[in-house]
């Protein structure tokens, strides 16, 4: 009876595909395992086989796989599970999941190989020149790739020479599977077998006689391995002596030393002493015991503790009960900034025991991160990661802790599977029957409104570690010190005092500004006219350190302007401020102290973000200013005031969680001063001081927000009283944007009356060239959430149908 197995494939489709295997192979097959697949007509693809099976498809012929790519399964049971309920939840497919899950070095992808075609005599006085160019190099090479052919004619499209070449039967087209991820291999060095006895190294030494620098070599590789018993690099041998890698070679050549590769991880710990965990205060004590007690009647805790109340420091007992019991951890952080601190801090506690997963590694170190996981190994015990790190492969997870769980980074917005890592993370230990612990100095109305229904356990931590009273917090009002004429360029007298008297104490400042580049608008001003994106609704912010203009949607870039593009005027001036003019004004206002900048430009590459906190740490720099990446959970010694610039621009953002994000971001920012012994001080710029966001800021009343912010809820019908799901249509025609919208609103209305709201434009309408319409359904707590998904696959399946729709995009975002 024939075998068959169902594969996911990562292309988004709502079906699985289903291949014929052989008999033998259906024995050696497991669920999880990799195979390379044919799809459509000559690609080439990798699929996670999900089912194995005798049932043959109905509605095709079943190909026969291409390859086993696994000797083991790389994906777990417990993983497809998690696969599948995202799929379910977040509406999208397994495909979508499966390239959002796996590190892209693990799918492999075909590539086209062009060889030439032996068999058959061409005239290449026939062939015209590209044609001749190609073929004359397949003289001299067995095979060439696509991308070759485009470096050897210096063309972008070279498909229709390809084809060309093919009618004429000069060349023959086959995919070719190759892997991405290749281990890292070290040379290393010994001496040869012949010479292991005295006599022969004797003759050796006296041959070399003359060659000073061959015979230092080989002296050297004796003093080294004598001295650390262990392999010899050849990098180390060369640097010792000093010899060239060509001297080394040649004596590989001659036989007298063989080299040899030993395979290895490519994230090194290297420190060996391990330090013991702090010992936990009065407060710390007592929040631990809840938590524990928590844990035994609910799987979800929220910890509530206010900012550098040492909530790490509790996190980490939690970890060294989990590791007791040979069990792994998962600690899920919002930023990739805020993981350089703290896997320092965690390296010396739990030394190699901790792993590292985000998207600033690159595809191999991931996959070495994945593998350790897989096999349990002592070097994954506890993973430290931005929102991806979920999908990796635990067998044995006991804890996971989210760490500022309110942040809306953990949100995934592009591509699909849109997931909350918050959320997945509390499905995942469930799977895994393991404990969630949710962490945040201002949590997410959501996470508290669980804990009030007591879904979720609840613990607070009210007070800071040492006793530090809480920063205090004055609001000054700009309208006013603008009236009185006691604002210097962005900054009022109040603030330049303090940024004074808290630099002569030989401390250090932080000033908040949430928007990057120097300006958001250039406008003239005889005519009034700014340059726009061509591409976007907006217009181009100035950046001075590169002297553009740029488009923050789509990276669209042009030189700064010398005068202006509509009538010629000189006169131009910039409104707005962004991070860069904060930089240049505080230069100018405190020439003697050093000042740097920390935003998505200055933080580009690897290790960007370590540079700048490891200068503030080690008080290399006095005032730093930056955008939100300053916000989350770092914890800096020796920072004792804290400005923000302007407060009001986040809380008119028009969307109905900028309150709540405002008060958040205002606090957390708050929280970074004064940490240590004294009190530290923050102060707020705005426009209307009497906002009622804001004095509940200044008096740090969390439960004031949140009874206002779930009264409104309410009364509008938001989350997390009702779920929402919002769909965006997209096309670079506005008619076809508005036509289909306008359908699906329609439909949607016939089957969920008033609850659906829309279509609209968002506030920057187009994007990319394309138009953008939402659409928004919320959907009442008694309402089944699975039925009302149903509906909307349906509607949706209906609207890609119509002929006219089918080029529109249609995006569903689960919990937006």
């Known amino acids: 009876m024939p075998n068959f197995i169902d594969v996911i494939i990562p292309v988004p489709l709502q079906k699985l595909f289903t291949y014929s295997i052989t008999e033998s192979e259906s ?37 026969e796989i291409h390859q086993i790519l696994d000797n083991k399964p790389i994906v777990n049971n417990k993983q497809l599970e998690l696969w599948q309920w995202l ?21 492999l992808e075909s590539e086209t190989v062009i060889t030439k075609n032996n068999a058959k005599s061409i005239d290449e006085s026939h062939l015209k020149d590209d044609e001749f160019l190609i073929y004359e190099a397949l003289h001299h090479q067995s095979s060439l790739k696509i991308h070759d052919i485009s470096n050897i004619l210096d063309k972008k499209n070279v498909l229709p020479v390809i084809k060309t070449l093919i009618e004429k039967e000069a060349i023959i087209v086959k995919e070719e599977v190759y892997e991405k991820y290749k281990p890292k291999l070290v040379r290393y060095v010994k001496l ?74 490519r994230i090194q710990y290297t420190d060996s002493e391990n330090e013991d965990s702090k010992k936990l205060n009065h407060y710390q004590k007592n929040a631990l015991n809840e938590i524990n007690t928590a844990f ?104 996971i802790i989210v760490d500022e769980e309110h942040e809306q980074s953990f949100k995934q917005f592009e591509p699909a599977p849109r997931y909350h890592a918050r959320d997945t993370a509390i499905v995942l230990a469930n799977t895994h029957q393991a404990k969630t612990l949710l962490g945040s100095a201002t949590p997410s109305l959501e996470s508290y409104n669980n804990a009030n229904l007591n879904k979720y356990g609840f613990v607070e931590l009210m007070y800071r570690y040492n006793d530090v009273l809480m920063p205090d917090i004055e609001l000054v009002d700009i309208k006013d010190k603008l009236k009185k004429k006691r604002m210097k360029g962005r900054f009022s007298d109040r603030l330049i005092e303090e940024i004074t008297e808290t630099l002569k104490n030989g401390q250090q400042v932080i000033l908040f500004q949430n928007r990057r580049g ?8 005889t005519c009034g006219n700014a340059p726009q994106c061509p591409n976007c609704d907006v217009s181009l912010t100035y950046h001075q350190y590169r002297n553009q203009l740029r488009c923050h949607y789509c990276g669209y870039n042009m030189l700064m302007l010398q005068d202006c593009m509509a009538c010629g005027s000189q006169d131009l001036e910039s409104k707005g401020f962004g991070t860069e003019q904060i930089e240049e004004e505080v230069k100018l206002l405190f020439p003697d102290y050093k000042v740097a900048r920390m935003d998505l430009d200055t933080t580009r590459g690897k290790y960007g973000y370590e540079k700048i906190i490891t200068a503030l740490e080690q008080q290399e720099i006095d005032i730093l200013v930056g955008t939100q990446m300053l916000t989350k959970g770092l914890d800096f010694r020796n920072v004792n005031l804290v400005g923000i610039m302007n407060a009001d621009n986040m809380l008119n953002f028009p969307d109905f969680r900028a309150h709540e994000r405002s008060f958040q971001l205002m606090l957390q920012v708050a929280g970074r001063a004064g940490r240590t012994k004294e009190r530290g001080k923050v102060l707020i710029q705005t426009y209307n001081p009497y906002h009622t966001i804001l004095q509940q800021v200044s008096t740090n009343n969390y439960k004031a927000m949140y009874n206002e912010q779930m009264n409104e809820r309410y009364n509008y019908k938001y989350p997390p009283i009702y779920k929402q799901i919002k769909i965006t249509l997209k096309h670079n025609d506005y008619s076809r944007v508005e036509m289909a919208s306008t359908w699906y609103a329609k439909s949607l209305r016939t089957v969920f009356g008033d609850y659906v709201l829309g279509p609209e434009s968002p506030p920057i309408a187009r994007i990319r060239n394309q138009f953008h319409k939402n659409i928004l359904i919320k959907i009442p707590k008694k309402q089944s959430l699975s039925k009302t998904k149903e509906a909307i696959n349906k509607i949706n399946n209906s609207f890609q149908s119509v002929k006219d729709f089918r080029s529109v995009r249609v995006i569903l975002n689960v919990d937006n």
């Not at 799929?87 to 892209?104: E, F, I, K």
Request: proline fraction near 3%; glycine fraction near 4%.
């Open 27 to 63: 024995s050696f097959l497991q669920k999880g395992m990799r195979v390379a697949v044919p799809f459509g007509k000559s690609k080439i693809f990798t699929g996670i086989v999900f089912n194995i099976h005798k049932q043959a498809p109905v509605a095709y012929e079943a190909k």
């Open 87 to 107: 799929s379910a939840y977040y509406m999208c497919t397994l495909g979508d999941v499966m390239r959002a899950a796996l590190p892209s070095g693990f799918i």
């Open 192 to 265: 040869h077998t012949n010479y292991k006895t005295e006599k022969a190294l004797k003759e050796l030494l006296e041959d070399l006689g003359r060659a000073h620098k061959q015979k230092e070599v080989v002296l050297t590789l004796f003093s080294i391995s004598a001295k650390t018993k262990k392999p010899v690099k050849i990098s180390d041998l060369s640097n010792q002596t000093e010899a060239s890698s060509a001297i080394v070679k040649a004596l590989i050549d001659k036989g007298i030393l063989e080299e040899y590769f030993i395979q290895t991880d």
């Open 296 to 399: 035994k009647t609910h799987p979800v805790c929220l910890l509530h503790g206010v900012t550098s109340s040492g909530k790490t420091e509790v996190y980490v007992k939690l970890i060294e009960a989990v590791l007791s019991k040979q069990k792994q951890v998962l600690y899920l952080l919002p930023e990739i900034a805020l993981t350089t601190q703290l896997v320092s801090r965690l390296q010396d506690y739990f030394g190699e025991q901790v792993a590292i997963y985000h998207s600033k590694y690159s595809s191999h170190e991931r996959i070495e991160v994945w593998n350790n996981v897989l096999r349990n190994s002592e070097k994954a015990r506890i993973v430290i990661g931005a929102r991806s790190s979920v999908f990796l492969p635990f067998n044995n997870l006991g804890l």
């Open 518 to 525: 120097f300006s958001p608008i250039i406008e003239c001003k």
